[in-house]
Each structure stands twice: as C-alpha cells, then as structure tokens.
C-alpha cells in the first residue's frame, strides 16, 4: 500500500466520518503515516471530545484486509485482480448493454450508510438520473426517511436535532444516545445538571434510561398510543397551545375527537405502560411546557406503524407549545448550494421508479425507491426487470430484511458492481468490486443544520491506485457518454468550488474554518412571521395529503403486527439492532480489539423467559422466524434490562445475519420501512 500525504509531519484538521455525527478532529502525520487521530478542540459539536471509534479509522485505513485494485469475479465464483481502467471499460460496456437492449430503468445504483447524507449521496443520484433511470436506492429504506416523513407531513420539515440543553422537559422514545449520538449525551447530561427532567420510553434498559426521572417499558412498536395518550391528557386538561391551534394547525379538531378514546387506562392495555406512569409524564409535559424536547430514534420507525408514531409525537410537540423553541421543532434554514442529485433539473420520465405505486410518499417527498420492491423487481416479479446494480458502500447481504431472498435477489442480477473497502457478504456476490477511498482520502461539504454550520473535510491521505467516490461516477459517466455534461468537474476540488458557488462562501474561507462556518444565524420562531412549508402552509395534524392518496389522514394508532397477529409458534417479540458502542452496523467487525470487546452474537434475553425454557446464561439456542432461524449464544440480562416476553439481537453480525429472521413484506404503508423491532420468535435449546 503506497500512501501518500499533503504534508511529511504535522496535524490536520477535519471531520470524523466512523459515524454520521461528523465530530472535529485532528489527524496527526508523522513521516508521511497516518500516526494519530485527537480531538479538535474548537469545534461545537463535539467540544474536544471523540468517542473510542474515531482512532479506529487508522486501523481501517490500513487495515490488511483492505482492497485495493479492482476485482472481478469468475466463473468458478474465485475474484482476479484487474486494472481500474479495464474495470471501469468492462463496467460501463455491460451497463451501455443493458440500456440498449432493456432500457435505463433496468438499472439502480444503491448508496449505503458508509456514505451518509448530501454530497456523496448526490453524485449517486445525478449519476443514475443522467444515466437515465429513476431507480435511486439507500440505506434510508430502512433509516432516518421514517423520522423524517413524519415530522415532515405535520410540519413540513425535520430537525434531526434539538437543542436539549435548552430544554425543562426530554422525551425521548427509542434512542439510545450514549452509544449512537455520543456528543449529544453530553448536552442531555449537561441539561440534567441544570435540572432539566428526563423520560426514557423503551422496552430495553439503554443506559440514559439509568439517568431518566420516569423510564418506562412499552411493548414494541405501541408508542403511538402512549402518544395519543399524551395528547389527550393536554386536551382534557386544557394545558395545549391555544393561540398555536387557532392560528396554524389544521385538523385539529379532529385529532381531538380520536385522542378521547386514549384514556390512561387504555394506554395501559394498549402498551404495557401503567395509567398513573402515563398521567405522571402528562403532568412533567404541563409543568415544563413550552421548553419541552420530544426526540424518536430508529426505535420508532422501524416498525410497521412508524410514521404516524412519529407524527403522533410531532403532535404532541407542538401542542405543547414547543414549535419554533430551540429545544423543540425548529426550521434550519438550507445553505442553498448547487443541486448535485439532479432531483429538481432532470427529473425522471417513462417507467414507475420502483417501489412508488406501493410507497408513494417515500418517492414523492423523498425521491428514493423502495430497496425491498427492488428485490421482487430483481426477481422478475416487478412491472420490469431490475437487472444492473452499483451499490456503493452499503452491505444490504447483511442489512436488509430477509436476508434469504435479498441474496438470491443479488444473485440474480446480470451485473451486480459494489465499491467497498472489504470483501463483505454483499461483495462476495458482485461481478466487479471497486476499491472505495476512506473519508481521510476526500474532501467535501459538510452541514450540521442544527448548528446552521458547514464544513469542508480535508484529504490526509491517498492511496495509490484507490480512486475517490466522485472519480468512481465521473469515469463511468464520462465512458457512457454523460460525464461531459453532468460531471464536467476535474476532481472533487472542482466540485466543491461549484457547490459553493451559490452561497457566496469559498473553498478557501471554509479551508481556514476548521471550527466550522455559520453560513446563517438561527432563526427561531418563524412560523409567526411566515407560513410553515406544508401544502397547507400550517401545521398538519390532519393531512389532506395523506388522504387524497388513501392514507390516514390523521396519525391512527394501529397495534403492531406482533398483537394483532398473536400465534403461540412464535410467542417472543424480537427487537433487532439495538447498536454497540464499537461497531457501526456491519462495520468494524474486523478491528481485532473491537472484536476482542464482542467477539459473537447473543440474544438477550429477560430471566423470567430464560427460566420458562429452562435456558441458562450462555447456552447455544435457535431463534425462529417465520422466515428462518439463527443459533447463537443467550445472554440473560437483569430483570429491568428488557420488558418480559422481549428478546434483542444485533443486526451488524456477518457471521450471525439476524436479518434471516426479519420480514421484508411486513411495511408502514407510508416510508415503506420494514419491521425490524417487532418480529415474532420462538427460541429453542440448541442441541449439544
Ligand atoms: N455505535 C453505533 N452508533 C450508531 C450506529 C451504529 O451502528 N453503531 N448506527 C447509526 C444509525 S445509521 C442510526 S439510524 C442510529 C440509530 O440510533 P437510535 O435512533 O438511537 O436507535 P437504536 O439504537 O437502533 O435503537 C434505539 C432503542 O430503541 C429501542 N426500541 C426498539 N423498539 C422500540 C419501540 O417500539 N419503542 C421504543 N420506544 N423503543 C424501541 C431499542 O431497545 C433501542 O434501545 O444510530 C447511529 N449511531
Ligand atoms: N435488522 C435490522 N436491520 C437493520 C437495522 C436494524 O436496526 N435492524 N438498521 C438499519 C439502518 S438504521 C441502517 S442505516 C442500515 C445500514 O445499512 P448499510 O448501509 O448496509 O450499512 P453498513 O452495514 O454499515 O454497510 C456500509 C458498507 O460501506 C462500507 N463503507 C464505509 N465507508 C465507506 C466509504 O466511505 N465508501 C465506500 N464506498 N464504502 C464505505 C463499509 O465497509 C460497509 O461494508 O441497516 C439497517 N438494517
Ligand atoms: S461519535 Fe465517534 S465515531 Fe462518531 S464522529 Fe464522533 S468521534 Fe467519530
Ligand atoms: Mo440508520
């Protein structure tokens, strides 16, 4: 591995990307190696602090096992080395292929976690648009698009992060900061010493839940009613934003008439949840009103009946008079840079993008596929074919639901390309796997909306021979004849200047900002002054939207798939992917002191359900699904640490896929996502 730096010896500033929280770091080189990473000390967002993944970006950097020319498989399934150039000819002739004699839209591209949001999700999207197909994939059919619709359909927009410091009262509802968001458990433990109160609604014990004032275990996927619940305990009571309601909201007053029936003792027996617990963090929201933070994580839309779990909440945030707030639902303003997807300049004509006539909303305000559809389409059971696939830092073999048919699906592809550092199970299966640069070896853009903050990464390193990201899409584009005009830009650098170009802000002015830039102040508040970005232009406790297209129109409360289909085969309930500290989905696995920390799967499991299978700690079981079944080790944890009847597995494992057991078909008619926390099992002693 031929490395080279900018500079022999010295430290460089820029972002951590282990994960999506982007903290500030400083990476050090010592006679042109990669020596150290450190905390930038100047930075909001993590304040000099970075959590124990950030260092491991050397270990990934250059780990042994990285790929570093391209691949191609054979015949007999063995992969050869060959060179970018003939990689790249190969590729674009076989997707030149399919376009001809099938169309465009038989092609996807597929961006994954690895590559988050914005500027590199971008170059994704215009790649495929200007190719010509509507088929745009992510990881966000089955993350963050949950959340974000249902904030989105009542107000029209989504910040992701509030600013709980500011708040008297946090909510928050399948989160678990500690291990996913770590600089923002500073500033929820920082808000705890100033006497800021703290409910934590989970079935499993998440370690913030150890700091809550109220820590309550519902049954999964019933934190709508818990929700509704709530709302009704503002109506009944008369402690709602009065003034909001009469001036922004539509449909209020039907949300009012369905709450009634949500009495605490309906909660109860909807979410396991005590009536006098649901009365008591009624009375927390009426002290603390209006400074209230109302927070949901990846525990709420990844089941069945999210979204309007979601919104429900959104709701109950605004009711209590949290809109505008700086702890509660505040509208960043956008940078306004260049538009990299295409979205808006070239959008998509001829065939259905996949997934849109089942999911229409995803489409329509996310302009995202469906990746579960796409399996069927891969399978030939869609309008069309789905037959060439670029996926690009993604491990769907491992993260999407039903693993069984995703891989058959993958299998069937005519081309299957994957850009990754490692040879995943996703990998193994590819035609051609491309050698993907870490995010040391590129520079791009970076927002934090809730900061109103940019920054630009810097390049610490390259590797010779790995090409970027954008090289990866300019090649092909500029082999099929697009690159002239939709990547007309040398390098990233180029790129960078365009993107900015619009804003008034340079590549240099960000180059000398490493605390990050504030491109526009913070205004809070704004619905006084201008309508919110609803079709309504107010807030949307009924959607008109929603209804036209056959939806609720208003965010009704259905149990989860696990109650209303009971069936003594499976009677435990599995929630999946409740995240490790030191992995990141399926990453990570391969750093030996990470793996050292867990080397193997467990099911956790409550001692009550463990004593009722006489099934000791550590015993070898299977986990069954309708779908298939897992053997792992059990790990019997303490009586609060998960609800009776609960049991959880991580969903990262490549030697232990829990997605085997999850469903694909299962999905919330509005995001399309799957029902990763409420499957039904059933766990059997695994013979010696
Ligand atoms: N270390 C680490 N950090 C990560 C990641 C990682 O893989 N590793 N992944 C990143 C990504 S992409 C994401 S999306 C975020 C996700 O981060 P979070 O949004 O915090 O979500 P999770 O950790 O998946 O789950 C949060 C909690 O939801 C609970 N839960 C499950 N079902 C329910 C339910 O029905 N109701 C309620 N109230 N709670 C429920 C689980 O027990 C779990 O404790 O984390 C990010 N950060
Ligand atoms: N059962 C279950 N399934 C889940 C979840 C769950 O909670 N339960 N969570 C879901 C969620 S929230 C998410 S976000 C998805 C995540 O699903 P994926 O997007 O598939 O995430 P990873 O498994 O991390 O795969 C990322 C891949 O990208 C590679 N990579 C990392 N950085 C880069 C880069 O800079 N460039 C390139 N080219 N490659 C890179 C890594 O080596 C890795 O193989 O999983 C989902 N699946
Ligand atoms: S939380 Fe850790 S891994 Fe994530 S950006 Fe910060 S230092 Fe990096
Ligand atoms: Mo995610």
Redesign the pocket.
Known sequence: MKVRTPITDGVVPTLC?MCDTRCAINVHIKNSVIAGITPFENHPVNEGRICPRSEAAIDLFYHPDRILKPLKRREDGSFIEISHTRALDEISARLKHLKKEHGAHTVGVWK????GFYQQEGYARRFIRAFGSPNYFS?DS??YNGRYLGNHLVCGFWNAFPEFNQAGLILLFGTNPPICHPPFTRELADARENGTRLVVIDPRLNPMACYADIFAQPYPGTDGALGWGLINYLIQTGNYDRDLVQRHVIGFEKIAAYARKFTPQYVQAQSGIYAHVVETIGRLIVKNQPDISIFSG?GLE?HENGVNSIRTLVILSCLSGALGRPCGLYRPEPLGTGELSLDRTLPPTGKNPIGRDKFPVLYDIRKECHTMTAMDYMLGKGEYPLKGLII?????A????NTAKVEKALKSLDLLVV????M?K?AQLAHYILP????LEREELHFYPKLQRVNLTRCVATVDGVID?YRVWRELALRLGFGDQYFPWKNESAVNHWLLAPTGLTVDLLHNHPQGYVYKPIRYQKHLSENLPTPSGKLEFASPYLKQLGLDEIPVYRPPYHRRHTDNRFPLVLT??ARKSLF????NQNIPRFRNVHPDAEVEMHPDDAAHLQIENGEKVHVISKNGRLTLRVSIKHHSELRRGIVEIY??WEDWR??FL?FDEINDPISGFPL??GVPVRIEKAAF
């Open positions: 990307r994954g976690e690895g590559l990881n089955a993350c990846a990844h690009a830092a993604a491990n769907p491992v993260t999407n639901p850009n990754d550092f490692f995943t996703t993907a640069t870490t995010f990201e999946t992917g990141y989905h399926s990453r969903h990262g829990v997605n999850t990763l926390k």
